[in-house]
């Protein structure tokens, strides 16, 4: 089964470092938990054609899932749709069901007495403009509704870039559909702390570690420098149930201990509480 | 001249959501400083053949400058180095000016009493292995030296992972780099904020300020939602001189002010301490 996800996210904000990009963090997180494997994340600009090169670079690594965050809203450089539709060789147009929830949107602010007046304006009906091929995604938090095209080899979902209502449609709309992808998988990470243990001698003992692990990654995090190192040692494994997850990164996590005892000096090591997603 | 900037992050760490990727958003503000245009922002894998297909793609864009963090350290997964070969299909050798300086950082933590003997171990030596056209550059911080290459067409810089490497190494033989081909180029950015008007108000009354201020790039971040809305409205230019971009901004703050206040109903103004970098 595919289970590979590409992650795009569109804004200048994410380009100029005025903005830090805790969306791509947040959904790589997310979609890890389900088995998912996330092979890359691609920050462009607010740019029809940038956005446009990006979406078809996914769709020619035939990506199974492909989330775009930002520009979906009611301003002129929310782009991502017309950057998608350009990729797809396709037209917008109002989608109704779209338009529809965009108008339920603004009935219930007037009623709230949020608004004068309830006016369907460019801006307003611009969020309701998808490709052709796309169906909306509800919005509980805002208005514009996230997005989803279902192609032949490829899924693809736009959310928006506010991280409250991108993340409300992930949970509703997308994560449902990430489980039932990723099967049975289960992604399981733990770490242990050593001090006292360069990274450059550590290299060689992790290389026999996973040698003789091979369902286990394990990689060195220097947290100090390499003269007064501290170091983060994470484990991870994907597989089929939590168990042998945890099994398979326990056998690791006490060779490569064994190891570092034998070999690095006086060691603390110190396991953090294992994170099962 | 050609100041555009791609940024390549290396690290499982990112895409599995266990790291936020800080560097590449320190990296976009650094050289946004410096008017710089940052373009795009890549992030893969610990893998060879991903780190060679986004090198590529950097080239084939013919990006001025190009940025990587990550994977320069003694582990068997630190493989930026070899992807970069990969993607300039030239080969990986020792380079005798990285050697000379990896050998007299453990010559230090020996006289420092932080190791019992140097020992140049296959995993010490392989942060001296670069590409054959590459240069080091000195790592204040760590050991594993940074990396240029100078191109026909493009500057590709390898800088590590850990923030204070990549910071240093980037302050002292990056930055002058990139100021002085920026030439005299500033860019300059502000924010006001309001409370009380929709973005799908706002979109029409930023379209006219930006038509009739070509030079000034303005962006709606809303903060709270739709029907309660509190929105930073961000201005940024880039122009020949500060008093030039100050100007320009000036002149679109006051012109989307008054729409504001005018269409929008009550509306506060606060005006942000501009942030020259």
Redesign the interface.
């Known amino acids: 089964m595919n289970q590979q996800m590409e992650i795009i996210c569109v804004g ?11 969306n ?9 938990t389900f088995g998912i ?10 740019d029809v054609d ?1 956005i446009a090169v ?1 979406v078809r ?1 996914t769709l020619g690594r035939k990506t199974k899932f492909v989330i775009t965050t930002g520009g979906l ?5 929310d782009k991502t749709l017309e950057g998608i539709a350009k990729a797809l060789n396709c037209e917008l147009g109002v989608n109704e069901k779209a338009l529809k929830m965009i108008k339920e ?1 603004y009935n ?2 007037f009623k ?1 007495g ?2 004068e007046k309830v006016e369907l ?4 009906v ?2 309701a403009k998808l490709p052709e091929i796309a169906e909306p995604l509800p919005n509980r ?3 514009a509704p996230g997005v989803i095209m279902n192609m032949e080899e490829t899924t693809l979902v736009a959310l928006p870039g ?1 991280p ?1 209502e991108m993340e409300a449609i992930f949970e509703e709309s997308v994560a449902p559909l990430l489980k039932k992808n990723a099967g049975q998988l289960t ?1 399981f ?1 733990t770490s242990i702390y050593a001090d006292g243990i ?7 003992l ?2 026999k570690t ?1 040698h003789d692990n091979p369902h286990v ?1 394990i ?4 947290k100090g ?4 190192p501290h170091m983060e040692v ?1 484990f ?1 494994a994907t597989a089929k149930d939590s168990k042998t997850a945890k099994n398979h990164i326990g056998k690791a996590i006490i060779q490569l201990s064994d190891l570092m005892q034998k070999d690095g000096g006086k060691i603390k090591i110190q396991k953090k509480k294992g994170s099962h997603y």
Chains 1, 2 share one sequence.
Do not use: Q
């Open positions: 200048n904000e994410l380009l100029i470092g005025k903005t830090l990009n805790t791509a963090h947040w959904l790589a997180k997310r979609a890890t494997i996330v092979k890359r994340i691609t920050t462009v600009g607010d940038e990006a670079g809203g009611p301003t002129f450089d949107k219930m602010y709230e949020k608004m304006t460019p801006s307003r611009k969020m938090v805002g208005t506010v409250t992604f990470e360069m990274e450059s001698a550590l290299a060689p992790i290389d996973m990654y990689k060195s995090h220097p420098e390499e003269r007064e994470h991870s």
